[in-house]
């Protein structure tokens, strides 16, 4: 049972704006809005269930050092097939592939950084709470 309730305000990737109804969550002490990780993927509208969750430190260095490494690979790998593909030199295209691949990746990890490192702890939306229906079969009236 998520332990905060909300409304998704605004939704971009894996991001998403959440008002928080603090009648319905159990946690005092909230600000009206919770800017949370979306990996369920709700939109603006759904009511939503969050939870607080824990970042194990030794997850997050892996992630800030290696995914730019990663991207300066991914970014070479990609400038070579560019090259092959159009027939250019190879390495301007490798060189300006990788430096693309690492602006991307490092504005990733100022995202995260951002969010889970500083407390080790985000507020992740964990569930879309689906209303009820109630289906009344004598009078064929349906209420939400």
Sequence with gaps: MAEIKGIVTNAQGERAQVKIDKTKSTIKNLPKY???WN???AKPGNNVGIEYQELEKRK???IIYGLPVIGVIAGAAFGNGIAIFFRLEKLPCIVVGGIIWFLLAFNYIHIFKRDAVRGGRQPVITEI???K???DTDNN???D
């Design 141 to 143: 009236q349906v209420s």
């Design 129 to 131: 709470e689906v209303p």
């Design 39 to 41: 990996p369920v993927n």
């Design 133 to 135: 229906m109630v289906i």
């Design 34 to 36: 919770l800017d949370c």
């Design 60 to 62: 997050a260095q892996a």
